[in-house]
């Protein structure tokens, strides 16, 4: 079988590393990419030296040019694109009222959180439909989930809740296509940057579901919301 391609967003550190390290270990080649070349070359250069087969790339995502260009890229030099898993996220207004928030900083958090994964899935839609495969799997958390809106982190949880209802979208647009998959996940409250030292979940549990949902078999499901293998309500 032709080697996997996966591109993971926002993987210098945290969950996307993690994410990038288990889908080496089952054979991908990583596409592994962050807004600061320096940070990516030194992520991938650790996971090379676990020989794993990953390679940086650098992605501002709130950027629709920069998406569209590194989509080329991969498939100039690649030919194809299986999993992408748009991770990449900013956490800017937590704790913080819908009363007191700038409006730059939902706008920073929409085109982060959001448009991100946008402009990345329709831009790689053409390769997937062409090659009859794909699996899309969007980072996203509970806070976006319709039952968990309750007051505060605004910007966040409108940005996951838009990242969730994406998800639905795209999954049905692409559902004539049985081999592609389209999924939101929540790892839940993991040991990062963005979920701090006292949050109860390893990355390594942060990223298990991810993987498999970037793994899934072409019996496999399509537009749900998962968390730890298990859907969870939107």
């Given amino acids: 079988m032709t080697e996997r391609i996966a591109l993971v967003t926002g993987a210098n550190r945290g969950i996307g590393f993690e994410t990038c390290r288990q889908l080496g270990k089952l054979g991908y080649h990583v596409l592994l990419t962050a807004r600061d070349p320096e940070k990516a070359e030194q992520a991938a250069s650790t996971l090379r030296k676990e020989g794993l087969n990953v390679a940086p790339s650098t992605l501002d995502v709130s950027s629709e040019s920069a998406a569209n260009d590194l989509i080329q890229a991969i498939e100039g030099n690649y030919g194809r694109l299986d ?27 929409m085109n982060t959180n959001f448009f991100g994964a946008f402009y990345l899935i329709r831009a790689i839609m053409p390769l997937m439909i062409r090659q009859k495969y794909g699996r899309i799997v969007n980072v996203s958390s509970e806070m976006g989930a319709i039952s968990e809106m309750t007051a505060a982190t605004t910007a966040y949880r409108l940005s996951k809740l838009a ?4 998800t ?9 296509y049985a081999d592609i998959k389209v999924n939101a996940v929540c790892p839940g409250w993991v040991r990062t940057d963005m979920g701090g030292a006292n949050a109860s979940r390893s990355v390594e549990q942060g990223a298990d579901t991810i993987v498999w949902l970037a793994t899934l078999p072409s019996n496999g499901a399509s537009g749900g919301f998962w968390q730890d293998r298990q859907r969870i309500p939107w």
């Fill in 163 to 166: 990242l969730n209802g994406l």
């Fill in 83 to 109: 999993a992408l898993i748009n991770n990449a996220a900013v956490l800017l207004d937590d704790d913080v009222s819908l009363f007191d928030i700038p409006s730059e900083t939902l706008h920073t958090t």
């Fill in 168 to 176: 639905l979208v795209v999954a049905n647009e692409l559902r004539r």
